[in-house]
């Protein structure tokens, strides 16, 4: 809506002078989607200035922190890019492009820690019961098994 109600205006002010025209139809579609993605943005920015910063870290944990300042990180630079799109200039030539990767990479870097940290942990314990009581053996099924010499060496008591 931003953007119709700012072209409007021109639009408005073009008639009356006319020289502008119409801008085409086949557009009008990517500029609600930019539009809508643009409030979407504003709408999240004031969330985030609303609570003091300082504020908000403290009700976070080290890992929450770190995915907060990345994220802030990343969302500026690739606003950034937007900004360097919108005048001309090649982003991917530009020092911006090293500056995200670097960012990926410090993202990939804490997706690892979170992926560690809801990853099952096993039970030393617990597996060396299963494993002793897998091979255990009772004495009267050992006897059998060793008298007609089949088994002997397939199963082991474990002390």
């Known amino acids: 809506m931003l953007l119709r109600n700012v072209y409007t205006g021109a639009e408005k002010m073009a008639d009356e002078d006319g020289s502008v025209e119409d801008y ?3 557009i009008d579609e990517y ?4 539009d ?3 409030t979407s943005v504003n709408k999240m ?6 609570v003091s910063r300082n504020e908000l ?23 950034f890019w937007t900004y360097l799109v ?10 911006i492009k090293q500056e995200l990767e670097r960012i990926r990479t410090y993202m990939n870097k804490v997706k690892e820690i979170t992926d560690r940290k809801k990853a099952a942990r096993l039970d030393k314990g617990a597996a060396s019961r299963f494993v002793r009581n897998a091979l ?19 199963r082991r008591k474990q002390s």
Not at 31 to 34: A, K, S
Not at 45 to 50: A, G, K, N
């Open 31 to 34: 500029l609600t989607g930019f």
């Open 45 to 50: 920015v004031q969330t985030l200035m609303s």
């Open 57 to 79: 870290l403290q009700k976070l944990d080290p890992l929450e922190q770190a995915k907060l300042d990345l994220m802030s990180a990343y969302a500026l630079n690739s606003l």
């Open 136 to 154: 255990w053996e009772a004495e009267g099924e050992k006897s059998k098994a060793t008298s007609d010499g089949s088994h002997q060496s397939k």
């Open 36 to 38: 809508s993605s643009v």
């Open 24 to 26: 085409p139809t086949e």
């Open 86 to 95: 919108t005048q001309g200039v090649n982003p991917k030539e530009h020092g």
